[in-house]
């Protein structure tokens, strides 16, 4: 009987420890509501590109934005989900003319952090080019 009881609070608190452990990492890569502004710039070793100042607005799993220059970055709208290790993926939900590039469309997966009061969404692609979000709730 003993054993039993031992082994049913046992149980219980190693699944409360767990929850509070996906707690602590849903609340690692919460991605708070509401409407971003900042810039957008792409880099390389050799080259940075002129920033674009662009808006992001988060609600409800659901993206909208735009930028001051036409398709850099392409934003429009669609939805986004955040997944384990500060990653973030895009679901454009918009369609594209073919006379630009790209991989300026906000697409596919990200990583996301959190800076200096700043969101920080970054994108690596051919070893060494990353495009940059830098953003504060507005």
């Known amino acids: 009987m003993y054993m039993k009881q031992l082994t049913i609070i046992l149980s219980l608190t190693f699944f409360t420890l767990a929850c509070r452990e996906d707690d602590a990492i849903s609340q690692a890569f919460r991605l708070d509501e509401g409407t971003y502004e900042g810039v957008f710039y792409r880099s390389s070793p050799n080259a940075r590109w002129a920033a674009a100042d662009v808006t992001l607005t988060f609600e409800d799993g659901r993206f909208s934005g735009s930028s001051d220059q036409d398709k850099y970055p392409a934003i429009c709208e669609g939805t986004y989900q955040l997944v384990e290790s500060n990653r973030v993926i895009f679901s454009n939900d918009c369609i594209w003319t073919a006379d630009f590039d ?10 996301v952090t959190k800076r200096n009061q700043k969101l920080v969404i970054t994108r690596e692609y051919e070893g060494e ?8 709730l507005e």
Do not use: A, M, P
């Not at 790209?102 to 990583?111: A, G, K, S, T, Y």
């Not at 080019?129 to 504060?136: A, F, G, R």
């Open 102 to 111: 790209w991989r300026f469309i906000l697409d596919d997966e990200f990583q």
């Open 129 to 136: 080019v990353v495009d940059t979000y830098e953003l504060k």
